[in-house]
């Protein structure tokens, strides 16, 4: 009765197919907007439909697999186009079709006049089919197909503008970057993906999972599958040692930063880690692995956003930061709040990024914060839901930001250790600062730019009307996830919905013994974060308006620091080094010029030369006269029958 | 006077067939090869009918209508070629038609 729910997966798909086939030949930008927001639209009120079936029937039986037909068939190895609907591919589902169609929409409005109108909205809507793909695949083989797909129209939009300037190079060259930097991860997604198929003899989640715990096999295996699949996620959701291609994506569109690169495709490691959970739990390391590296991540790229002047740089860092700290929850083990912290994510950064391609868009493409300021009086919608998505960001008590953020650091705190916890607030704090520096940067204080010059103005209604939603969603999207110790049992109605996908994890988990901790610590804890986040949003804003001479002394203070932050803890300088030159003076001077030109086009040569010249002489016997041809098999047949003869 | 044999048949037919090789090899003039090559085609056309006399076995009649059917077709496209290489070089000499090489 649900097959029809296939639909929902493909409508977007077929947005793409008409907008990619017909859109040139359209003229009118309404209607190729209207279609491709549709397609989204349509799809997101299936998800919804699909919702509120599963939520009327019992909890154990809150999932069904919808298939939409048999993709590869050798020998006992099948997969499927079939999509699970369970709690956990829903919830991701509605974000992506939820979030997507408010920036399908917003982008009606921020691509209006583009040349390639109608190539933006199919790329957008293709998007959208392959990361649904991705959530919804109910085996690895369909996921890894929406993984890649998602990859490829990541590089598409990337590389949008590809006759545009970017940084020192093109956007083109951004775009490489981004797939080239994601194949080391599919890599490491592929060899899981190999190992669990020769381990399990099956790529689908229900028998692989199913077979956990009833199948004997060595904790070092999970450890290699967990890590392998985890550099996977790594290089989707940016994190150390992958992260280095997503600063770069800023290249793009920036609704497409606001899409791809901030509320859904980059959150696919964390889902893809969260699908995987019980393999995971049983591999110590490999979640050790994670949460370290996660952390690592977000307190590394929020240290950078610190120093960033362009608008989309900070958000791009910020970004980073806040999928290290998913990613420290899945390394926890606290997979529901990663997926959490997923949600309330993609309500605040798509806004700030939508808020920031806003400011872009009336500044004539400027991006430099430091030549932004007084913005405010300009664009009050704009100001207000910005100053919204900064606060949810920053974790003001009540915004959406402040709950997944405060469930991740308590159970970093409660199943890691004090250390992660410490570290986790240091990098709230810091968020608090480098968001506030931006907010604060550009909306407040006098204007820094040419005012008779560059007059800026309020975007669109179809731009600000997404941007009011999502301001809306930032603030109210975090009263889902309450802490229990605030309303009681059950407040937390996020986690509820969640827990039964991660019953099994939950079960094999090596955190076994449960600690139980007190509701007083936990508010303990809690009012320190939210102190230092209060104090370190005043101080920015303190920071950038009164105090300006501070923000120089100090970065004169610490010349050193403050130059290794400029450039990024000079990562990029040092794979270029490392990595980038010596494969490129490896393929030049060795692969191309002695592997290639001396070694296979060699003997390629050699060899038709020596044909050359065995022919050369034989070719003598060719006389031209047909006479002697004749006379030649004259002979032959001659001496043949003489043959015969004799020895009959 | 003796009977006529088979081997009288064959012994004509293999001295046309002699001089028609021969004269394939050794004559300069394209119609004189030509000919010859005739020559050969008859002789074999001979050997078959004798043999299908001697054997009481009509399929080498059979045979050499086909040899005879070939033959004229060939005449007319050997012909019309000799034809055209006249047209081209005013010659016939078949030393002259010397393209076909390295």
């Known amino acids: 009765m649900n097959d029809y729910l296939f639909l929902a997966i493909w409508l977007p798909l077929l947005g793409f197919v008409f907008n990619g086939i017909f859109g040139s030949k359209i003229k009118t930008e309404k209607i190729i907007g209207v279609i491709a927001s549709g397609a989204v639209f349509i799809s997101f009120a299936m998800f919804v439909y699909a919702f509120f079936q599963l939520i009327e029937k019992p909890v154990e039986e809150r999932s069904f697999v919808v298939t939409f037909f048999e993709w590869i068939k050798v020998g006992s190895f099948r997969v499927s186009f079939s999509y699970l609907f369970d709690q956990l591919s829903l919830t991701m589902a509605l974000i992506v079709t939820g979030v997507g169609f408010l920036i399908h929409v917003y982008s009606i409005g921020y691509m209006h006049g583009d040349k390639s109108f109608w190539r933006f909205f199919a790329y957008l809507n293709l998007f959208i089919f392959m990361m649904l793909n991705l959530v919804m695949a109910d085996n690895f083989v369909l996921m890894f197909l929406g993984w890649e797909g998602v990859g490829l129209c990541s590089y598409l939009l990337i590389g949008f503008w590809y006759d545009r300037k970017f940084e020192k190079s093109t956007t083109a060259d951004a775009a490489k970057k981004a797939f080239i930097v994601n194949r080391i991860g599919d890599f490491g997604f592929l060899v899981g993906m190999f190992l669990l198929y020769y381990y399990f003899g099956s790529l689908n989640f229900k028998d692989i999972f199913g077979a956990i715990g009833s199948v004997e096999i060595s904790k070092d295996i999970y450890t290699f599958i967990g890590l392998a699949l985890f550099l996977g996620a790594a290089g989707k959701s940016a994190q150390i040692p992958l992260y280095v291609w997503l600063p770069d994506a800023m290249a793009g569109p920036t609704p497409v930063s606001a899409l791809i690169h901030a509320a859904t495709m980059v959150t696919a490691g964390v889902y893809m880690c969260a699908r995987a959970a019980t393999i995971f739990v049983l591999s110590p390391i490999a979640m050790t692995v994670i949460a370290v590296i996660g952390i690592t991540t977000a307190m590394f790229a929020a240290s950078i956003g610190l120093v960033q002047t362009d608008i989309k740089k900070v958000l791009a860092y910020s970004t980073i930061s806040q999928l290290g700290y998913m990613f420290l929850a899945i390394g926890v083990g606290a997979f529901a709040s990663a997926i959490f912290h997923v949600m309330t994510h993609a309500f605040f950064k798509a806004l700030l990024f939508l808020g920031a391609g806003s400011v872009i868009h009336a500044m004539h493409e400027e991006q430099n914060i430091l030549k932004y300021g007084g913005l405010k009086k300009y664009m009050p919608t704009t100001s207000k839901v910005f100053l919204i998505g900064s606060l949810a960001i920053a974790g003001f008590p009540g915004f959406s930001g402040f709950f997944s953020k405060d469930e991740i650091l308590w159970h970093s705190y409660a199943n890691g250790g004090i250390i992660f916890w410490v570290i986790g607030v240091i990098t709230a704090a810091l968020t608090a600062l480098y968001t506030f520096r931006l907010f604060t940067l550009t909306f407040l204080d006098k204007p820094r730019f040419d005012v008779s010059k560059i007059h800026p103005h309020e975007s669109p209604k179809v731009m600000t009307m997404p941007l009011i939603i999502l301001a809306f969603l930032s603030i109210v999207g975090g009263f889902i996830g309450v802490p229990e110790f605030i309303f009681g049992e059950g407040s937390n109605k996020f986690a509820l919905w969640l827990d039964p996908v991660f019953e099994k994890a939950k079960i094999l988990s090596f955190h076994g013994h449960h600690i139980e901790h007190s509701h007083i610590t936990e508010l303990i804890l809690m009012s320190i974060a939210i102190i230092i986040s209060l104090s370190f949003m005043y101080f920015a804003y303190k920071m950038y308006t009164d105090k300006k001479e501070l923000a120089q002394k100090i970065a004169n203070r610490y010349k050193i620091t403050y130059a290794v932050l400029q450039n990024k803890y000079f990562v990029d300088e040092m794979y270029e080094a490392i990595i980038v030159n010596p494969i490129v003076i490896l393929s030049e001077k060795f692969l191309w010029k002695i592997n290639d030109v001396k070694i296979i086009d060699g003997f390629i040569n050699y060899l038709a030369d020596l044909v050359e010249k065995i022919s050369s002489s034989v070719k003598r016997m060719q006389f031209g006269y047909a006479q002697i041809y004749a006379f030649v098999i004259l002979f032959a047949v001659s001496l043949s029958l003489l043959f015969l003869i004799i020895n009959s | ?102």
């Open chain 2, 1 to 102: 006077m003796s009977e006529i044999t088979i081997n009288h048949y064959l012994a004509l037919s293999s001295f046309m067939f002699v001089i028609g090789a021969v004269g394939v090899i050794t004559r300069r003039n394209a119609i004189v090869v030509f000919m010859c090559i005739e020559l050969m085609l008859n002789a074999a056309n001979l050997a078959l009918v004798a043999f299908s006399s001697f054997l009481g076995d009509v399929q080498g009649q059979v045979f050499v209508f086909f040899v005879m059917t070939v033959a004229a077709a060939e005449a007319a496209v050997g012909l019309a070629i000799i034809i055209a290489i006249f047209r081209n070089k005013q010659s016939l000499n078949i030393d002259e038609l010397n393209l076909f090489k390295w």
